[in-house]
Protein backbone atom coordinates (compact mmCIF):
# COMPACT_ATOMS: atom_id res chain seq x y z
CA UNK A 1 0.00 0.00 0.00
CA UNK A 2 1.42 3.45 -0.99
CA UNK A 3 2.20 5.80 1.65
CA UNK A 4 -0.08 8.61 1.70
CA UNK A 5 2.38 12.21 0.46
CA UNK A 6 1.83 15.66 0.95
CA UNK A 7 4.21 16.74 -1.78
CA UNK A 8 2.80 14.55 -4.17
CA UNK A 9 -0.75 16.28 -3.37
CA UNK A 10 1.09 19.67 -3.82
CA UNK A 11 2.39 18.74 -7.26
CA UNK A 12 -0.57 17.68 -8.89
CA UNK A 13 -2.88 20.03 -7.39
CA UNK A 14 -2.33 22.73 -10.04
CA UNK A 15 -3.61 19.89 -12.77
CA UNK A 16 -6.88 19.33 -10.22
CA UNK A 17 -7.88 23.16 -10.11
CA UNK A 18 -7.53 23.22 -13.31
CA UNK A 19 -9.76 20.23 -13.81
CA UNK A 20 -11.95 21.71 -11.24
CA UNK A 21 -12.51 24.96 -13.39
CA UNK A 22 -13.59 23.08 -16.05
CA UNK A 23 -16.03 21.15 -14.23
CA UNK A 24 -17.70 24.23 -12.50
CA UNK A 25 -17.59 25.51 -16.60
CA UNK A 26 -19.49 22.40 -17.39
CA UNK A 27 -21.88 22.85 -14.38
CA UNK A 28 -22.70 26.68 -14.52
CA UNK A 29 -23.08 26.95 -18.33
CA UNK A 30 -25.14 23.19 -18.26
CA UNK A 31 -27.62 24.47 -15.80
CA UNK A 32 -28.14 27.83 -17.64
CA UNK A 33 -29.21 25.63 -20.64
CA UNK A 34 -31.21 23.61 -18.41
CA UNK A 35 -32.97 26.14 -17.01
CA UNK A 36 -33.85 27.77 -20.21
CA UNK A 37 -34.92 24.06 -22.20
CA UNK A 38 -36.77 23.55 -19.00
CA UNK A 39 -39.00 26.25 -19.13
CA UNK A 40 -39.53 25.71 -22.95
CA UNK A 41 -40.76 22.57 -22.30
CA UNK A 42 -42.78 23.44 -19.11
CA UNK A 43 -44.64 25.80 -21.28
CA UNK A 44 -44.92 24.06 -24.05
CA UNK A 45 -46.79 21.07 -21.99
CA UNK A 46 -49.24 23.43 -21.08
CA UNK A 47 -50.62 24.20 -24.31
CA UNK A 48 -53.48 23.35 -25.82
CA UNK A 49 -52.13 22.74 -28.74
CA UNK A 50 -52.10 18.73 -29.62
CA UNK A 51 -48.94 18.45 -31.77
CA UNK A 52 -47.07 20.49 -29.46
CA UNK A 53 -47.94 18.65 -26.75
CA UNK A 54 -47.35 15.53 -27.49
CA UNK A 55 -43.84 15.83 -29.50
CA UNK A 56 -42.74 18.04 -26.18
CA UNK A 57 -43.46 14.97 -23.54
CA UNK A 58 -42.41 12.25 -26.35
CA UNK A 59 -38.88 14.15 -25.86
CA UNK A 60 -38.87 14.55 -22.40
CA UNK A 61 -39.86 11.43 -21.64
CA UNK A 62 -37.31 9.52 -23.47
CA UNK A 63 -34.83 11.68 -22.19
CA UNK A 64 -35.32 11.84 -18.68
CA UNK A 65 -36.23 7.65 -18.71
CA UNK A 66 -32.64 7.25 -20.40
CA UNK A 67 -29.47 7.15 -18.83
CA UNK A 68 -26.64 10.52 -19.32
CA UNK A 69 -23.60 8.84 -19.92
CA UNK A 70 -25.67 7.29 -23.07
CA UNK A 71 -26.99 10.32 -24.31
CA UNK A 72 -23.10 11.72 -24.07
CA UNK A 73 -22.03 8.85 -25.80
CA UNK A 74 -24.59 9.48 -28.70
CA UNK A 75 -23.92 13.56 -28.58
CA UNK A 76 -19.82 12.44 -28.61
CA UNK A 77 -20.13 9.52 -30.84
CA UNK A 78 -22.71 9.12 -33.38
CA UNK A 79 -23.93 12.74 -33.61
CA UNK A 80 -20.30 13.13 -35.69
CA UNK A 81 -21.27 10.40 -38.26
CA UNK A 82 -24.35 12.44 -38.88
CA UNK A 83 -22.31 15.17 -39.94
CA UNK A 84 -22.73 17.19 -36.54
CA UNK A 85 -19.30 18.00 -34.35
CA UNK A 86 -18.87 19.22 -31.23
CA UNK A 87 -15.93 19.80 -28.79
CA UNK A 88 -16.44 17.71 -25.78
CA UNK A 89 -16.56 20.76 -23.30
CA UNK A 90 -19.63 21.88 -25.04
CA UNK A 91 -21.09 18.15 -26.07
CA UNK A 92 -20.67 17.90 -22.01
CA UNK A 93 -22.71 21.11 -21.41
CA UNK A 94 -25.64 19.92 -24.07
CA UNK A 95 -25.59 16.73 -22.73
CA UNK A 96 -26.12 18.15 -18.96
CA UNK A 97 -28.34 20.30 -20.07
CA UNK A 98 -30.40 18.57 -21.95
CA UNK A 99 -30.87 15.93 -19.39
CA UNK A 100 -31.44 18.14 -16.41
CA UNK A 101 -34.12 19.89 -18.68
CA UNK A 102 -36.62 17.36 -18.03
CA UNK A 103 -36.49 17.22 -14.29
CA UNK A 104 -36.38 21.24 -14.31
CA UNK A 105 -39.70 21.21 -16.52
CA UNK A 106 -41.32 19.08 -13.90
CA UNK A 107 -40.18 21.68 -11.17
CA UNK A 108 -41.36 24.43 -13.40
CA UNK A 109 -44.66 23.10 -13.74
CA UNK A 110 -45.16 22.10 -10.44
CA UNK A 111 -44.39 26.48 -9.55
CA UNK A 112 -46.71 27.63 -12.37
CA UNK A 113 -49.61 25.48 -10.72
CA UNK A 114 -48.66 26.48 -7.19
CA UNK A 115 -49.73 30.52 -8.14
CA UNK A 116 -52.70 30.75 -6.71
CA UNK A 117 -55.83 30.61 -9.16
CA UNK A 118 -56.49 34.19 -8.35
CA UNK A 119 -53.97 35.68 -10.01
CA UNK A 120 -54.94 34.85 -12.84
CA UNK A 121 -58.40 35.61 -12.52
CA UNK A 122 -56.86 38.81 -11.54
CA UNK A 123 -54.83 39.33 -15.01
CA UNK A 124 -58.21 38.41 -16.84
CA UNK A 125 -60.13 41.03 -15.24
CA UNK A 126 -57.63 43.27 -15.68
CA UNK A 127 -57.63 42.29 -19.63
CA UNK A 128 -53.56 41.55 -19.62
CA UNK A 129 -52.50 40.27 -22.89
CA UNK A 130 -51.35 36.18 -22.33
CA UNK A 131 -48.07 37.29 -23.17
CA UNK A 132 -48.11 39.99 -19.94
CA UNK A 133 -49.90 37.54 -17.92
CA UNK A 134 -47.48 34.92 -17.92
CA UNK A 135 -43.94 37.44 -17.66
CA UNK A 136 -45.21 40.06 -15.35
CA UNK A 137 -48.10 38.09 -12.55
CA UNK A 138 -47.36 34.07 -13.06
CA UNK A 139 -43.84 33.15 -13.78
CA UNK A 140 -41.97 36.01 -11.06
CA UNK A 141 -44.51 33.71 -8.69
CA UNK A 142 -43.74 30.39 -10.01
CA UNK A 143 -40.02 31.55 -9.88
CA UNK A 144 -39.92 32.15 -6.58
CA UNK A 145 -41.08 28.75 -5.65
CA UNK A 146 -38.54 26.48 -7.86
CA UNK A 147 -35.48 28.33 -6.79
CA UNK A 148 -34.32 26.09 -3.96
CA UNK A 149 -35.44 22.70 -6.24
CA UNK A 150 -33.32 24.21 -9.41
CA UNK A 151 -30.49 24.74 -6.95
CA UNK A 152 -30.52 21.03 -5.77
CA UNK A 153 -30.53 20.08 -9.50
CA UNK A 154 -27.59 22.29 -10.21
CA UNK A 155 -25.43 20.56 -7.21
CA UNK A 156 -26.88 16.60 -8.39
CA UNK A 157 -25.33 18.33 -11.83
CA UNK A 158 -21.75 19.21 -10.22
CA UNK A 159 -21.64 15.69 -8.78
CA UNK A 160 -22.98 14.29 -12.62
CA UNK A 161 -19.98 16.00 -13.66
CA UNK A 162 -17.12 12.76 -13.75
CA UNK A 163 -19.36 11.58 -16.28
CA UNK A 164 -18.02 13.96 -18.51
CA UNK A 165 -14.44 12.31 -18.60
CA UNK A 166 -15.94 9.28 -20.82
CA UNK A 167 -16.00 12.01 -23.78
CA UNK A 168 -12.56 13.16 -22.93
CA UNK A 169 -13.27 16.51 -21.19
CA UNK A 170 -10.58 17.32 -18.71
CA UNK A 171 -12.60 17.81 -15.83
CA UNK A 172 -11.02 16.68 -12.05
CA UNK A 173 -12.00 13.15 -12.73
CA UNK A 174 -10.33 13.01 -16.42
CA UNK A 175 -7.35 15.07 -14.83
CA UNK A 176 -6.63 12.48 -11.54
CA UNK A 177 -6.73 9.25 -13.66
CA UNK A 178 -4.59 10.95 -16.10
CA UNK A 179 -1.97 11.50 -13.34
CA UNK A 180 -2.88 8.32 -11.46
CA UNK A 181 -2.19 6.92 -15.07
CA UNK A 182 1.40 8.95 -15.42
CA UNK A 183 2.58 8.44 -11.49
CA UNK A 184 0.96 4.68 -10.90
CA UNK A 185 -0.47 5.84 -7.49
CA UNK A 186 -4.17 7.05 -7.52
CA UNK A 187 -5.11 7.24 -4.19
CA UNK A 188 -4.51 10.80 -3.56
CA UNK A 189 -5.70 12.26 -6.85
CA UNK A 190 -8.81 10.47 -6.61
CA UNK A 191 -9.21 11.16 -2.81
CA UNK A 192 -8.40 14.52 -3.40
CA UNK A 193 -11.45 14.89 -6.22
CA UNK A 194 -13.70 13.31 -3.87
CA UNK A 195 -12.84 16.19 -0.93
CA UNK A 196 -13.10 19.04 -3.36
CA UNK A 197 -16.46 17.91 -4.54
CA UNK A 198 -17.48 17.66 -0.61
CA UNK A 199 -16.05 20.90 -0.21
CA UNK A 200 -17.87 22.60 -2.90
CA UNK A 201 -21.75 21.19 -3.09
CA UNK A 202 -21.96 20.35 1.06
CA UNK A 203 -21.62 24.33 1.59
CA UNK A 204 -23.72 25.08 -1.31
CA UNK A 205 -26.42 22.52 -0.11
CA UNK A 206 -26.42 24.83 3.15
CA UNK A 207 -26.77 27.67 1.57
CA UNK A 208 -29.45 26.46 -0.42
CA UNK A 209 -31.60 25.68 3.31
CA UNK A 210 -31.16 29.47 4.00
CA UNK A 211 -32.46 30.59 0.73
CA UNK A 212 -35.54 28.37 0.84
CA UNK A 213 -35.77 29.26 4.51
CA UNK A 214 -35.40 32.85 3.22
CA UNK A 215 -38.16 32.75 0.44
CA UNK A 216 -40.64 31.14 2.55
CA UNK A 217 -40.84 34.12 4.51
Given at each position: ??N??W???ADI????L???W??V????????V??VL????????R??I???T???S??????R?T???V??FF????L??????F?????G??G??????T?T??VYRAG??A????Q?????A????R???????IL???????V??L???V?A?F?DT??L??????DM?FK??E?G??T?D??E?I?V?????????Y?TS???R?L??????
Amino acid sequence: MNNWSWDYIADIMPQLLDGLWITVQATVLGSLVSFVLGLVWALALRSQIRWVTWPVSIVVEFVRNTPLLVQLFFLFFVLPSWGVTFGPLTTGVIGLGLHYSTYTAEVYRAGIDAVPTGQWEAATALSLPRSRTWIAVILPQAFRRVVPALGNYVIAMFKDTPMLAAITVGDMLFKANEIGATTFDYMEPITVVGVLFILISYPTSLLLRVLERRLVR
